[in-house]
């Protein structure tokens, strides 16, 4: 502005200054348009990047909510079921019994095998957790819907082409044919997929759910919570409200800045050398992923609050102090809670990202394949995106997919979190 | 009032981080580590196992089989691991660690083989390699093209100029970064035998073993080879992007997408489960694992679950595993692990 | 200024007095004494049996020398004001008295400060129940973000001044009247202290103060937001406050501390250059600086 018209007394003088700040106005707009048209654009792209990510996760993912059943008629052969042995009977060849009288003239070995292979194998344990419930049901003859294998359920979901040559395919051209009796037979639908939600890991596309998973990340990050928010926030208070302003408290914010900045694997492997080899806690223990994240998660809250509780108006300490309030006083009572939102969201802005953290867990042994629902803190339990790492590491294809859905339900989680976030800052925020 | 409530917080959390602690140390389900490539297999037969026994399912960390080894012989007691996968055999110089560290029971198991395959989409015709091509094709240095005994940095653009007899496309091969076990087996089982096909670098091996090595192993990083991550999965997405390019991993991917990729034939033999199985089909590995003797009796369900991986139904031709894409061993060499597990035959390697 | 000086034998103090008995004299005169180059300290410093008295106080800010060697006593029960051009000091002595200027890491203070013959920068005095004693009311209405009530009860309540809600209740009325508040607020006690208008919270911070009863209460331009009704509201307040409490109030109307004080000082960048009963203060000042302020020519 001034190198094309350096102000001179001799312009100053001719011209009121009315007149040149009409003169400027123009080219203020100007400025002022440019500038929330780049706003716009920066924003418009993000939403653009962002719906691809969502419409893309969507796209492939909302499939795996459903799954597609077969309908058997289950005959409950008093013969197989040995009254005084149910828990070992042969459940899976009441499966096939019944997939043999469905199709009575598949012949030969290998046929057979494929025939049996549409039912998945978690219809046995189905079969067995229903006779064990009501062992009355041993003599009768009944309709059971149970899930079909991950290759049924692609080709029923058109995921696997009809039209290539057979030997290119996983299924065959016979259990087409199957396929194609079961639908006319009404015997084949898709449902709404339970399992996925309820169900813990398994190798088997159609059996495996993310349940384990969500209570691992529940455990993981209660701990976290417990141990970095109070934590975070006595560290914050002390440094802000009571530590002398000296090198040493200096040298501590650079490092906690600093530890903000740390790529997380390092507190994996901080983990790894502290609470595995020196302190013996057990590996692949949600215990251990809650103590990690802690570390990681603390010079985030930790940063927050320390922000949080700097934008606290200096009056109201002194109002508080001049009363003859202690310094604890002041803080506990005024402090504190005006700086309780900021605080708030940077815990659940850390605790989101904890949450979708899974390379420091890596080390600790939390990326492993875990079947059985943890119970609590010290059973082995996996995590949420640590779930979602190993489907996507896995050759059926069933699981991409399902990749997918666990990755809409982790963003759902964390969407509610932020969603948690702005409602606590509103339910908290007071004005001052 | 607030002051209070955090301190309590923080005293109940640590109370209970400490009682936690303590009771951390009986553990009730086998732990398993190790190989990625052997992690799709051995997850099944531990859910198999966990769903048809009364013991808890197996916990699986895949860590690789290095890392899987180095947790395996780091100790004795319920803080270690009970039994590691292994895409390899164990080298000696861990099978020391091991005995150092007082684990001197090792039961070594083989389960079967992973055949590891070079692909490209089916849009394009299959590729008719030699490993000698694979070499030529892949290796940072190769024997200079106008003879006499030394290297020249990799010169060829396409295909063709490797072999007159491939076509005339770029040469992009899409495979796993050095840290992971296919890679491994891929420099070992094919480059390093394609390279063994001059003789002047076969006679190196003796004389310098460091530079035969690094000939061998050394793969080229001017942008034909691309390191396209872990997970074969997306690799697998990548060539039906990428027609022209070429894919390396484990044989259970493409038996899972056969109906968009194909192997390319190697030494003239395509990879195909039948190839792989008779040991026709160059480029494959054992897969094993390994077990703690001193940890058998102690964890519970360790002979069961040893039981079920080696039961015909397992690890068997028309076995739940070769439905997985792991290609069974022969009869015979099943039956000597079936009876070497029974007996509790301790590993020896001098 | 090196040593802390001795009350009664000290030679500045009895130059301080004898300067005293010659203005006495010239006083007839109308003569100004002191010249503006003068730094020495004109008037009477010293009050028989003082609530709190500065002994040679020095307060830097890092290198700045905000307060230069300050020797001044406040009364019991009556009234002094500070005056002085903007940035003198004034706000700075003011906090030195209940030591909020702990609060500021930068500002040191050397020197002493008794209440009631007892050094409060002495390093086992407890500056909680000095706080209690001697009460603040800020330059910048600052009520809590609570309700008028929490206001108010705040500080009885972490004292205990209070044993039960009604006690409580009585409290907060008394405190409340005494601020000229209740009739305002006496319906709406629930409500936030911020939601009412600046004069008004004003008058809250007022009654938060003297609702912990402090012995000494220091005011740092209480009216200087307020409107001439509030404002006399609260000089009718600071009238009546001087029968229990000793009161110090720093102003930049000089009619308002002609009003409501009995003694007087008046700062400059950082020394205490005249200091007297108010009256004398305001028509007869023994300093040129004091004389060049109070009559607008400079300030
Ligand atoms: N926190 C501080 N840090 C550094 N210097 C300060 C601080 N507070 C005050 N000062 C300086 O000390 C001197 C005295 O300030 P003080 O606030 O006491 O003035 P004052 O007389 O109250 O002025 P006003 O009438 O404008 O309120 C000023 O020069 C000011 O710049
Ligand atoms: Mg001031």
Known sequence: MNNRRPPSTGTRSSRKAIDIVNAGLARRYRAEKRFR???MAAIAASLVFLSILFISIFGKGYPAFQQTYIQLDIFFDPDILAR???????YPGLVKQSLRRMFPDVEGRRDKRMLYKIASTGAAYQIRNLVLDDPDVIGKTIGIWVPADDDIDMFFKGHIPRDVPESER??????????????????IEKHFNRILLTAGDSREPELAGIWGAVMGSFYTLLVTLLLSFPIGIAAAVYLEEFAPKNKWTDLIEVNIN??????SIVFGLLGLAVFLNFFGLPRSAPLVGGLVLTLMTLPTIIIASRASLQSVPPSIREAALGIGASQMQMVAHHVLPLAMPGILTGTIIGMARALGESAPLLMIGMVAFIVDIPGGFTDPSTVLPVQIFLWADSPERAFVERTSAATM?????LIVMN????????RFERRW | MLSKTIITLTVIAFLATAGVAMAGSARDYISIVGSSTVYPFATVVAEQFGKTTSFKTPKIESTGSGGGLKLFCAGVGVEHPDITNASRRIKKSEYDKCMANGVDGVIEVKIGYDGIVMANAKKTAPMKLTRKDIFLALAKDVPDPNGGEKLIPNPYK??????????????????????????????????EAGAKKFSWIKAMKKKDKKMYKAICHTVREDGAYVEAGENDNLIVQKLNANPKALGIFGFSFLDQNSDTIQGSLVDGVPPTFDAIADGSYPVSRPLFFYVKKAHVDVIPGMKAYLAE????????????????????????????????VKGMQSLMLK | MDAPLEHTDDSRIAKASTVASETVKDQSSGRILYSRDSRETVGETFVDNPRMSCRNVDVYYDDKHAIKNVSLDIGRNQVIAMIGPSGCGKSTILRCLNRMNDTIDICRVSGEILLDGVNIYDRHIDVVPLRARVGMVFQKPNPFPKSIYDNVAYGPRIHGLAQNKAEMDELVETSLRKAGLWEEVKDRLDQPGTGLSGGQQQRLCIARTIAVSPEVILMDEPCSALDPIATSIIEDLIDELKQQFSIAIVTHSMQQASRVSQRTAYFHLGDLIEVGETAQIFTNPRHQLTQDYITGRFG
């Open chain 1, 258 to 263: 600093n530890l903000a900045a740390v790529p």
């Open chain 1, 37 to 39: 048209f780049y706003g």
């Open chain 1, 419 to 426: 969603a948690a976030a702005v409602y606590l800052r509103k």
């Open chain 2, 158 to 191: 396409t295909w063709k100029d490797v072999n007159p007899a491939l076509p005339a496309n770029k040469i992009e091969v899409l495979g796993p970064p050095p840290t992971s076990g296919t890679r491994d087996a891929f420099v070992e089982l094919a480059m």
């Open chain 2, 309 to 340: 991986f080696t039961a015909e139904k397992a690890w068997g031709p028309d076995g739940y595993l070769a439905d997985k894409g792991m290609i069974p061993m022969p009869d015979a060499e099943r039956r000597k692990f079936a009876t070497d």
């Open chain 1, 170 to 187: 996983r299924i065959k051209d016979r259990q087409i044919a199957w396929i194609d009796h079961l639908i006319k037979e009404q015997r």
């Open chain 1, 84 to 90: 005084d042995a149910l828990t070992t009977a042969d």
């Open chain 1, 409 to 413: 339900v982790l963003l759902a989680f």
